[in-house]
T-cell receptor
Framework: GEDVEQSLFLSVREGDSSVINCTYT??????LYWYKQEPGAGLQLLTY?????DMKQDQRLTVLLNKKDKHLSLRIADTQTGDSAIYFC????????????FGAGTRLFVKA | DSGVTQTPKHLITATGQRVTLRCSPR?????VYWYQQSLDQGLQFLIQ???????AKGNILERFSAQQFPDLHSELNLSSLELGDSALYFC?????????????FGDGTRLSIL
């Protein structure tokens, strides 16, 4: 089946690193994504990784992919209060077109 | 600004009615995707169009339909509306329709059914 799971809440102190984890079930995923959603706003694409990569770094963001365990993580270094939002993990599955399955989202709270 | 434009931003209507949501993709993007976000169901993929043709289908009800026009804008039609259809509807676009390129989201249309 197609499913993406992530923990619902994460709380960190400002300046610490945040790690948001995600597991997915479909091994035919081509791309895996992290999106950020702030209150009342749409989804903002943060970063993505192709399924044949293990790691991708983009400024404060590091994505790690363990394809064997179907585990994806997003690390945010030096977390700031402005990083407080909901973070969605998503996978693209080839169905002839591309169907994207989203997790339920992890709400990140950053304490000053 | 993602470059994806959705109208209207808010829509309030009654049960049994029909509404049309509109989406203009980013310049150069050929694929349009529609999603429904609700508190109980999370973010659900509804349907994808690529260059005017339906390419992938998700959990879209029979009461809902969509199309993509030659100028690549898309419309999502929701009919016989029920209270449970109240949600945020997002449109996203990507450059292509194959390969799962990253999707860029609009700000959504908030639909409230009274």
């Amino acid at each position: 089946g197609e499913d993406v799971e992530q923990s619902l809440f994460l709380s960190v102190r400002e300046g610490d690193s945040s790690v948001i984890n995600c597991t997915y079930t479909d091994s035919s995923s081509t791309y895996l994504y992290w999106y950020k959603q702030e209150p009342g706003a749409g989804l903002q694409l943060l970063t993505y990784i192709f399924s044949n990569m293990d790691m991708k770094q983009d400024q404060r963001l590091t994505v790690l992919l363990n394809k064997k365990d179907k585990h994806l993580s997003l690390r945010i270094a030096d977390t700031q209060t402005g990083d407080s939002a909901i973070y969605f993990c998503a996978e693209s599955i080839n169905t002839g077109g591309f169907k994207t399955i989203f997790g339920a989202g992890t709400r990140l709270f950053v304490k000053a | 600004d993602s470059g994806v434009t959705q109208t209207p931003k808010h829509l309030i209507t009654a049960t049994g009615q029909r509404v049309t949501l509109r989406c203009s993709p980013r310049s150069g993007d050929l694929s349009v995707y529609w999603y429904q976000q609700s508190l109980d169901q999370g973010l659900q993929f509804l349907i994808q169009y690529y260059n005017g043709e339906e390419r992938a289908k998700g959990n879209i009800l029979e009461r809902f339909s969509a199309q993509q026009f030659p100028d690549l804008h898309s419309e999502l039609n929701l009919s016989s509306l029920e209270l449970g259809d109240s949600a945020l509807y997002f449109c996203a676009s990507s450059v292509g329709g194959i390969g799962g390129q990253p999707q860029h989201f609009g700000d959504g249309t908030r639909l409230s059914i009274l």
